[in-house]
């Protein structure tokens, strides 16, 4: 196995434990791999506005040579939110998911960096719920602009409902937008070819690095291109089947039992010892 040079890691289910925090014994391992000259990258659907005080505890928070791949992969930037690859939605992107939704009894934000533009509709959306650090503004979808992009939506509904309108959606979306749930009531749609790979692919090129030196810890949907794509990719104790059956391997421990500090140990820090 070639040296890792990058570790990729999800947050929800994977570094964070299920009280959202992260545990010393991966906060550990994270720094002893960064005294390594490891990059420890965060990969998440969240925007960078949401992940500061999680920057902030690992040491990473508005530096130059630190990088955060965001929104699933749409936003690979360096921690000074200077960007180095972006795949946007148009707002006419967003009406038609919005027309979807609306027929489906669901609702819908759209999210442009740090702004969520919470849409019109008979349903409550559950997404600050999620991302309360987030600026959340009201909007009718005639009244939402056409000036900026919109790095992807998000549709926070309760579970049961959610997963019985998910095989209702008409499939020319499937072929337009990538689809996937990242947590229980979480259902996000992101640009075509937006993946947690394609982001990771984008900073090796920029690092000069390959893909067999990055190792990629997840647990759900989203996460399963990049363990896929990278040369170590770990999946939780906890990860659905999906993730599990693509993985380079299954660790023994969950998110809750320091899986990515453990991983951490066995996979880098032992690496030359």
Request: net charge negative; glycine share 8%; charged share 25%.
């Given at each position: 196995?070639?040296?890792?040079?990058?570790?990729a890691?999800?947050?929800?289910?994977?570094l964070l434990n299920?009280e959202?925090?992260?545990?010393?014994?991966?906060?550990a391992?994270?720094?002893?791999?960064?005294?390594?000259?490891?990059?420890?990258?965060?990969?998440t659907?969240r925007?960078l506005?949401?992940?500061?005080?999680l920057?902030q505890?690992?040491?990473?928070?508005?530096?130059s040579d630190?990088y955060?791949?965001t929104?699933?992969?749409?936003?690979?930037?360096?921690?000074?939110g200077e960007i180095?690859a972006?795949t946007v939605?148009s707002r006419d992107?967003v009406?038609?998911?919005?027309?979807?939704t609306e027929?489906l009894?669901?609702?819908?934000?759209a999210?442009n960096?740090?702004?969520?533009?919470?849409l019109?509709s008979?349903?409550?959306?559950?997404?600050?719920?999620?991302?309360?650090?987030?600026n959340?503004?009201?909007?009718?979808?005639?009244?939402l602009?056409s000036q900026i992009a919109y790095?992807?939506?998000?549709?926070a509904?309760?579970?049961d409902?959610?997963?019985g309108?998910?095989?209702k959606?008409?499939p020319?979306?499937?072929?337009r937008?990538?689809?996937?749930k990242?947590?229980?009531?979480?259902?996000?749609?992101?640009?075509?070819?937006v993946q947690?790979d394609?982001g990771l692919e984008?900073?090796?090129?920029?690092?000069?690095?390959?893909a067999?030196q990055?190792m990629?810890?997840?647990?759900?949907?989203n996460?399963?291109?990049m363990?896929?794509?990278a040369g170590l990719g770990?999946a939780m104790a906890n990860a659905?089947d999906?993730?599990?059956k693509?993985?380079?391997?299954?660790?023994e421990y969950t998110n809750d039992e320091d899986?990515v500090?453990?991983a951490?140990e066995?996979?880098?820090l032992?690496?030359g010892q």
């Amino acid at each position: 196995m070639s040296q890792i040079k990058v570790i990729a890691l999800d947050l929800d289910g994977t570094l964070l434990n299920s009280e959202k925090k992260i545990s010393p014994r991966n906060l550990a391992a994270i720094r002893a791999a960064q005294e390594k000259g490891v990059k420890v990258v965060l990969t998440t659907g969240r925007p960078l506005k949401a992940m500061d005080f999680l920057l902030q505890e690992i040491g990473t928070a508005g530096l130059s040579d630190e990088y955060t791949i965001t929104f699933n992969g749409g936003l690979v930037q360096k921690n000074t939110g200077e960007i180095i690859a972006k795949t946007v939605f148009s707002r006419d992107d967003v009406v038609r998911i919005y027309e979807e939704t609306e027929a489906l009894g669901l609702p819908l934000d759209a999210i442009n960096e740090g702004d969520v533009y919470t849409l019109a509709s008979d349903q409550e959306s559950l997404y600050p719920l999620y991302n309360p650090y987030l600026n959340f503004i009201p909007v009718s979808i005639e009244d939402l602009s056409s000036q900026i992009a919109y790095n992807k939506c998000v549709t926070a509904f309760q579970q049961d409902y959610l997963d019985g309108a998910i095989p209702k959606i008409s499939p020319d979306l499937g072929e337009r937008f990538e689809i996937f749930k990242s947590r229980d009531m979480l259902l996000e749609w992101c640009p075509k070819g937006v993946q947690k790979d394609r982001g990771l692919e984008a900073l090796v090129a920029y690092l000069g690095i390959d893909a067999s030196q990055v190792m990629a810890c997840g647990d759900e949907a989203n996460d399963a291109s990049m363990l896929k794509w990278a040369g170590l990719g770990i999946a939780m104790a906890n990860a659905v089947d999906e993730v599990k059956k693509i993985a380079t391997l299954v660790s023994e421990y969950t998110n809750d039992e320091d899986a990515v500090g453990r991983a951490i140990e066995e996979y880098v820090l032992k690496e030359g010892q």
